[in-house]
């Protein structure tokens, strides 16, 4: 259960209000011509005559480090209400900064009417909000201006409530949702202390969409009632929509700014069966309705359920068991687990229980009334910041139908770093080596013969002779893979050549199929022997299906993942196509990739390719085509490149192009310099990079190597210079160690080191101090909590 001031002070410092994100959407769910997910901020704000107070530092800034323990991604978000009053002549031509000071002036002159106190915690992070958002908007000449004191203003605020001067004018609208018989009438009279609303304890009492106006602590407060909506059946779904139609149809008028939906607390349990009502308000509204609505618990002072062991439960548990239900079926029927909606509880019964004042509380000594003021306050006052900063930012509920745009620096990085495939099957880096680099293989040849040890000779020899005997294997096992590399490479060019020498018209021999001898395996239905479920027929087809094999997914019995195809063909003696794909699901999502690619080797040297990538991204797929012309010049050692892309991600398109050229110095070091662009949706950015490339002295049999790098993006006349330092290396006979580190002109960077052995097993260890350090910092949270809430 979230309480309203966990839920506020989760709403006023969030991650992404602190990222310099704006505060709220776009696009109002009450609009029937836009999108049932989209919803926009029309809060109108209302500003007082009084100049604007000067200012120094906000003084409960430091209050900001104070995240709630559960924050919410959500941000506040209000809607137009045509009942506010027209402002003056004069405060029309007031600046947004100046609007800001004195709606944070009134702020405080209406928590002093409510009865809250103005050092309370949730205050101070609301003057925050108001103040980091006021920074992110504000520009550089008036941040002195922005730096208003948080002291002066409660000052002002005092000095105005005091004298009365000037009027205080504020109100804001409530739309109240429920099934009948919930206490919606009863709530509303509860709240303003008077009988306006009809209530019947038998039946129905509303039966029409009407607006009722009342005032609490110099709030004005407008209900717009609603009928209750019957229980959810297969023979109310049409009566239900036909009343949610005609309140959607009232608001469109005067749009409200919060909304009430109301459910009796005492006929909440394990068979709550409300979900298709749920359900049947998002399909109408939009999920965009819940972003401000609040949860009401009506009958909150009713008498306990038995728990298991046969007494009643804690109150307060029994509060959080209820709100978590009703928390649970908004997520289903939004199909978003992150929303957190505040919860009100509300006793209208005569006989509740009062305090001195005559305020009706709960069981829990909790002024609910107060606290449901406070709330409605502190949406109102943010949902006006958001409309005067003009913060814009779409925030959608569900599963976004929108596709957010992709970073153009990105793009073109991996488009710098993009290379079609080779359908010939033929490897460029494997081409690109020359027969004299392979020299030394004819060196094992000429050595004498070598005696293998068993285990229990090996452990009688001393720790040189051990090393003496490792490295001469290790030394063999290097010519014998340059020995097998030189031997490869003589038989792909020979077959080249007889193939180009051979007649266009000779047809090649198809291989007869040769049938495999069965394998030895369990019953089909062996529970423990899934083997069964990956047998094929072998054929001469030359599609290649693999399983993907996730051994710790979904079904941990079979662990099969996905599926992956490949195919490649030769169209004609110079041209050949490939395909590549791999689809993967699990119980909510499907992964899709796939490639095709077609090259035209020219004898003449240039070689043509084309490529079309399809990779999905939620419930779009992205398009890339890809268009590349490589010619390699001086027997491969100089290779020069120049690529096109064309990429369609949702209704968007980007374009892009580079340049790119590579050369060998010997068989080891090797210089990449590429430049591109890649432009859409009105950005351009720009890019390039220098590459050193260090081989070690087995390349290629082995892949020790230093990879230096440098980087330059621009957009927007930014622009960020970085280095990348990589390396593998082999650090012994069964250690492996790979280094990666970069940094740009942003002081941002990373360093990532992994290593690993067959001989020094401690170095496992190194995984149990992070894991203890991660334990150790969850306790310490877990401690700090513990002492928030003891002194909370």
Known sequence: MMSIKDWVLSQLVSNSLVSARPLSGSDSFFEGERAANDFSIHGSAQTANSPPPEGADVSRSSVANQES?????????????????????GEIKLE????????????????RRIGCSQDDLMVAKVLYRIHLATLIRARESDLKRVNLSSDRAKAIAIEQEASGLPELDFSFSILVLGRTGVGKSSTINSILNQPKARTNAFQPATDRVQEILGTVNGIKISFIDTPGLLPPSPNTVGRNRKILRKIKR??????PDMVLYLERLDLINDGYSDFPLLKLITEVFGSGIWFNTMLVMTHSSSAL????????????SYLAQCADLIQHYIHQAISDSKLENPIIFVENHPQCKTNINGDKILPNGQIWKSQFLLS?????????????????????????????LPSL?????????????????????????????LEEEEEYDQLPPIRVLSKSQFKKLSKSQKNDYLDELDYRETLYLKKQLKEELKARREKKVSEESNSSNEKEEVPEPVLLPDMSIPPSFDPDSPFHRYRCLVSSDQWLARPVLDPHGWDHDVGFDGINLETTSKISKNFYASVTGQMSKDKQDLNLQSECCAAFVDPRGPTYSAALDVQSSGKDLIYTLHGNTKVSVLEGNNNAECGVSL?????????????????????????????????????????????TIVRGRDYPVRNDKVSLTMTVLSMNKE???????????????GTNLSVNANLNNRSMGQLSIKTSSSEHLEIALIAAASILRVVLRRMGSRIKEQRREEIG
């Open 96 to 111: 947004p900064l100046a609007k800001i000071e004195l709606l944070q002036i009134k702020f405080l002159r209406l928590l």
């Open 647 to 691: 990429m369609s991600f949702g209704n968007n398109y980007y374009a892009g192009m580079k340049l790119e050229d590579s050369f060998c110095l010997g068989k080891r070091v090797k210089f990449v310099v590429n430049g591109g662009r890649m432009g859409g949706v009105g950005r351009v950015a720009y890019g390039g990079s220098w590459q």
């Open 250 to 255: 009232h608001i469109r008028k005067s749009s």
């Open 376 to 404: 409605c306050l502190c949406t109102k006052i943010l949902g006006d910041v958001n409309k005067l900063l003009d913060f814009q930012d779409r925030i959608e509920l569900g599963i976004s139908n929108s596709t957010r």
């Open 69 to 89: 323990p559960h924050p919410s991604p959500l941000q506040q978000v209000t809607f137009e209400s045509s009942r506010q009053p027209h402002h003056a002549n």
């Open 305 to 316: 359920p038995e728990g298991p062991n046969g007494y009643p439960v804690t109150y307060e």
């Open 719 to 733: 622009m960020v210079v970085g280095g990348n330092i990589e390396s593998d290396f082999r650090m012994g006979r």
């Open 409 to 437: 620096p990105h793009l073109l990085s991996s488009f710098l770093r993009h290379h079609n495939s080779n359908p010939n099957g033929a490897d460029s880096e494997m081409d690109s080596i020359r027969l004299s680099d």
